[in-house]
């Protein structure tokens, strides 16, 4: 019985003191009230993008910090949601993934939802060498695998990130591409090869 | 001279039908939008040639046209009440006087009691005072490539009237204060299916898009280069648009739904980042890729 409260009382503790970080509860509250009734549904955006979900609202209630016991249970959570192949094969053909790391189209309200949705991967990475217009939000990519390997543990780790980048980073900049429903098993497993095949210029 | 040619040239082509002469073909085309897949060579060279070609147009920016335009409109007795805007339109430093208005905004405004950006007090005007509907200029409310509003010419005006003046957003009026730290959330408020936020892209120092550079909005460098040259003469696609169109796209591109035209939430949004921008020289319409 002490026991558990204490324990409930260490996992709060943590909480609440990280919680002052994101400046000011006040401003956030009339910023979400302002959210709701200042948006307008159009295209495919609509309103249900505005609400957030758990993992967004412990991202933004925390200024993206959140205590380090939360971040662990929610990427677990997250882990959990990456869906697999059911041949259990995580890499695909590395010039299909070129093509998907290239696109930045999809989920714009300009965006036909008939399309498919890019992997929007260059504009925040340098992945492949020849590709020189590479955005720099996220790290270097390039020779990914070579440094890595590409074992079945890191087959599966990027298959993982690319699906769910929150498993690793709860709040990490990279959206969740397999949870968000933008690519799909054999759009990631491309990607997958892109990182990490031997062949792919990534790691040449 | 030969530059003012060329640039009236353009200017001429650009806004097409709108002037009693034959239009003419502009002198130099704009380079097409490199395609996604196009090395850095090439959108380097893109690079050069605008930034080669704003040079050039310095002295005779298109934005000069809606300018123009948008003095009539300011001074023309218009709408069901046949009043005009330089007769009624207090734009807080006093009714029909605009000369260092633009730098001022956001403020707020006593009669509307609401934190207003330029283009939301000038809309407000034209309702309040003029007598036109809000749902009619809501309805188009920005420029495309056959279509200006009114509004943006208004905006352009008035804008051109706080060239090279300070940025004076004031912040010190306890309502507009509250206004900018409920944009600063705003800014920081991640959702929709890609997880981002205003700060996503512009909460960093350094970073970039693509070849694309992305200012830091919380600083004063970063909300400088984010108020710059708005309203501006984009030259995809050849038309005017104004901060509040920016600050949309930026949501559409942030996956968000729209923000509604002249709202409380981009009036606030620009609160914060103009606000940020204090104290730097405001360069007046401008031109944009």
């Not at chain 2, 002198?27 to 690079?47: G, R």
């Not at chain 2, 633009?102 to 009691?113: E, G, H, I, N, S």
């Amino acid at each position: 019985m002490t026991k558990k409260i204490l324990l409930a009382a260490a996992m709060a503790t943590p909480f609440l003191m990280a919680l002052p970080a994101s400046a000011d509860g006040d401003h956030r509250a009339k910023a979400i009230a302002v959210i709701k009734k200042d948006f307008q549904p159009r295209g495919q955006a609509g309103l249900d993008r505005l609400a957030e979900d758990g993992l967004q609202a412990i991202c933004n209630r925390t200024g993206n910090k959140p205590p380090e016991y939360i971040a662990k249970r929610m990427q677990d959570d997250q882990l959990q949601t990456v869906k697999f192949p059911a041949d259990g094969k995580l890499m695909g053909d590395w010039k299909e993934g070129e093509k998907i790391a290239q696109s930045g189209r999809g989920f714009t309200w300009t965006d036909n939802p008939g399309l498919p949705v890019g992997g929007n991967c260059y504009n925040c990475h340098r992945i492949a060498p020849k590709e020189t217009s590479f955005g720099t939000v996220g790290p270097s990519l390039y020779q990914f695998g070579k440094i890595r390997g590409n074992t079945p543990d890191m087959q599966k780790y990027a298959y993982s990130k690319i699906w769910n980048a929150k498993a690793f980073n709860l709040c990490s900049e990279m959206p969740r591409f397999g949870h968000a429903g933008a690519l799909n098993e054999q759009q990631v497993k491309h990607l997958v090869a892109l990182l990490l095949d031997p062949e792919s210029p990534v790691n040449k | 001279m030969k530059q003012h040619l060329i640039g009236a040239l353009c200017a001429l082509a650009f806004v097409g039908g709108s002037i009693a002469q034959t239009p003419k073909k502009p002198a130099a085309k704009p380079a097409p939008k490199p395609a996604q897949a196009a090395v850095a060579e090439e959108k380097d060279a893109a690079t050069l040639e605008f930034e080669k070609f704003r040079a050039e147009m310095e002295d005779s920016n298109p934005a000069e046209l809606f300018e123009m335009k948008g003095a009539e409109q300011w001074k023309a007795k218009r709408g069901p009440k046949n009043v005009s805007l330089a007769e009624s339109c207090d734009l807080g430093q006093g009714v029909g006087k605009i000369d260092g208005a633009y730098v001022k905004m956001p403020r707020y405004f006593a009669d509307a009691d609401a934190v207003m950006d330029a283009e939301r007090r000038i809309v407000w005007c034209m309702v309040e005072k003029q007598g036109f509907l809000f749902d009619d200029i809501a309805k188009r409310p920005f420029a495309n490539e056959t279509f200006t509003p009114d509004i943006t010419n208004l905006v352009t005006y008035v804008a051109a009237h706080s060239r090279n003046m300070k940025i004076d957003v004031p912040l010190k009026d306890p309502k507009v204060r509250d206004a900018y730290e409920i944009g600063k959330e705003i800014a920081a408020y991640r959702a929709g299916p890609y997880d981002f936020s205003c700060n996503t892209c512009h909460g960093s120092d350094g970073k970039r898009i693509r070849m694309q550079n992305l200012p830091n909005i919380a600083t004063p460098k970063g909300a400088l280069s984010g108020v710059q040259g708005w309203p501006g003469y984009r030259m995809t696609g050849g038309v005017m648009l104004t901060h509040q169109w920016r600050m949309g796209d930026c949501f559409r591109q942030q996956r968000f739904p729209q923000p509604k035209y002249a709202s409380d939430a981009v009036a606030y949004l620009l609160t914060y980042m103009i606000g940020n921008a204090n104290g730097q020289t405001y360069k007046g319409p401008g031109i944009k890729r």
